[in-house]
């Protein structure tokens, strides 16, 4: 079945320490995102990419880094320079023409 | 820059009745999208319903239907004969007519449906 995985599902990191988490979609998407979520908030964005090699910064882009070397695959470092990681992140993509937007199940990051 | 306000943080309803939920945007484009996503405890975030704005006919999915208002920028969802499952929360979420398909978000509304 198409769609798209997040990986892994609880995540832990160290102080200083820099974690990455995995997106992939096989649902052929050009457009790849990945949102923050803080309880009881909604969807911030972090980072988006519209086409491989490409990628741009959305609201809340400090303190993370992106890569899209595949279409297939977005994946997200958490940097040591982001003061406030915990939270539940979900990845997304969307295919061409104004298409609505199909999520992961979300990674929940938490620091040791 | 466009902006979704959910002003309802928690709703609840009695199972089997009909709920509304509220959302308002502010745009200054005259073409875009409107969606409601549904995520329950799972986290999953699930597609309800979609509205093209130059649409004036309200979008309906089964139990679920859109009160849109272009005019007032207001875009409610109705639940109809509320189950269990319908336990979420709500997000409304933008989109302009565009290609990057950058879409934002509502800070949500909790539903509960109780038995």
């Known amino acids: 079945d198409g769609g798209i995985t997040q990986s892994p599902k609880y995540l832990f990191r160290k102080e200083g320490q820099n974690v990455t988490l995995s997106c992939e979609q096989n649902?052929?998407?050009?457009?790849m995102y990945w949102y923050r979520q803080d309880p009881g908030q909604g969807l911030r964005l972090i980072y988006y990419?519209?086409?491989?090699?490409?990628?741009q910064k959305g609201d809340i882009a400090e303190g993370y880094s992106v890569s899209r070397e595949k279409k297939e695959s977005f994946p997200l470092t958490v940097t040591s320079a982001q003061k406030n990681p915990t939270a539940f992140y979900l990845c997304?993509?969307?295919?061409?023409?104004?298409?609505?937007?199909?999520f992961g199940d979300g990674t929940r990051l938490s620091i040791l | 820059a466009q902006t979704v306000t959910q002003s309802q943080p928690e709703m609840s309803v009695q199972e089997a009745e009909t709920v509304t939920l509220s959302c308002t945007y502010d745009t200054s484009e005259n073409n875009y999208y409107l969606f409601w996503y549904k995520q329950p405890p799972s986290r999953q975030m699930i597609l309800v319903i979609r509205?093209?704005?130059?649409?004036?006919q309200n979008a309906t999915e089964n139990r679920f239907s859109v009160n849109f208002q272009k005019a007032a920028k207001s875009f409610s969802l109705k639940i109809s004969d509320s189950q269990l499952g319908d336990t979420a929360m709500y997000f409304c979420a933008f989109m302009k007519h565009v290609v990057d398909n950058d879409m934002r978000f509502g800070a949500g509304t909790r539903l509960t449906v109780k038995p």
């Open positions: 509205q093209e704005a130059y649409k004036q």
């Open positions: 990419s519209q086409i491989v090699n490409d990628f």
């Open positions: 649902l052929n998407h050009d457009a």
């Open positions: 997304a993509s969307a295919g061409q023409g104004n298409q609505p937007q199909h």
